[in-house]
């Protein structure tokens, strides 16, 4: 599946249905990730470690980088990734995963990882992201797409407020 964003519109539709006008240099192509696009993807991946604090001597290893890659190509992963594309450029990418629940009786949908290039902020980039994680998690059967940031992430948290509800909840972690 292909979706298309127009970004004056805010409209929403698979490629071929007519959503992608000639020459609109402001849609975005939302779009399955491709082996090709790891020398885009790369560079947003660290992007968004290093907006956690992950770079440098804290950089996750590259051993994790090449697993998560390669999560994404294998059909008995239940990892995915997208990303946005205008003009043929890579200006953002979403991971999720599907996993089971205790509460219900199909997968759940975690949409692990949101980033996009600091000059398409504010455009309409994550929020294409999202809604179209949405449409893949309800394409799959999952009647819920839920995710966690940072209480620093103020900018993203203006974006989820308009398209999610919080639940509420708070997170706990023990690490080894």
Same mark, same amino acid.
């Given at each position: 599946?292909?979706?298309?964003? #127009?970004?004056?519109?805010?409209?929403?539709?698979?490629?071929?249905?007519?959503?992608?006008?000639?020459?609109?240099?402001?849609?975005?192509?939302?779009?399955?990730?491709?082996?090709?696009?790891?020398?885009?993807?790369?560079?947003?991946?660290?992007?968004?470690?290093?907006?956690?604090?992950?770079?440098? /001597?804290?950089?996750?290893?590259?051993?994790?980088?090449?697993?998560?890659?390669?999560?994404?190509?294998?059909?008995?992963?239940?990892?995915?990734?997208?990303?946005?594309? %205008? +003009?043929? %450029?890579?200006?953002?990418?979403?991971?999720?995963?599907?996993?089971?629940? @205790?509460?219900?009786?199909?997968?759940?949908?975690?949409?692990?990882?949101?980033? @996009?290039?600091?000059?398409?902020?504010?455009?309409?980039?994550?929020? +294409?992201?999202?809604?179209?994680?949405?449409?893949?998690?309800?394409?799959?059967?999952?009647?819920?797409?839920?995710?966690?940031?940072?209480? @620093?992430?103020? #900018? /993203?948290?203006?974006?989820?407020?308009?398209?999610?509800?919080?639940?509420?909840?708070?997170?706990?972690?023990?690490?080894?």
């Amino acid at each position: 599946m292909l979706s298309v964003y #127009t970004h004056s519109e805010n409209a929403i539709g698979a490629a071929g249905e007519g959503k992608r006008g000639p020459g609109l240099s402001n849609d975005i192509l939302i779009r399955p990730l491709e082996q090709s696009d790891f020398p885009q993807w790369k560079p947003l991946w660290d992007g968004y470690n290093a907006f956690y604090g992950r770079k440098d /001597a804290t950089a996750l290893p590259e051993e994790i980088t090449r697993a998560t890659w390669s999560r994404f190509f294998d059909v008995n992963e239940p990892v995915h990734a997208l990303v946005a594309e %205008q +003009a043929g %450029q890579v200006i953002g990418i979403v991971h999720y995963i599907f996993h089971r629940s @205790t509460t219900l009786l199909h997968p759940t949908c975690y949409l692990q990882d949101l980033f @996009t290039l600091e000059s398409a902020r504010g455009k309409g980039v994550g929020r +294409a992201l999202i809604e179209d994680v949405y449409q893949r998690a309800a394409q799959a059967g999952s009647s819920r797409v839920y995710w966690m940031t940072h209480e @620093t992430n103020e #900018t /993203a948290m203006k974006l989820y407020d308009k398209v999610a509800e919080k639940s509420g909840f708070v997170v706990y972690r023990k690490t080894f």
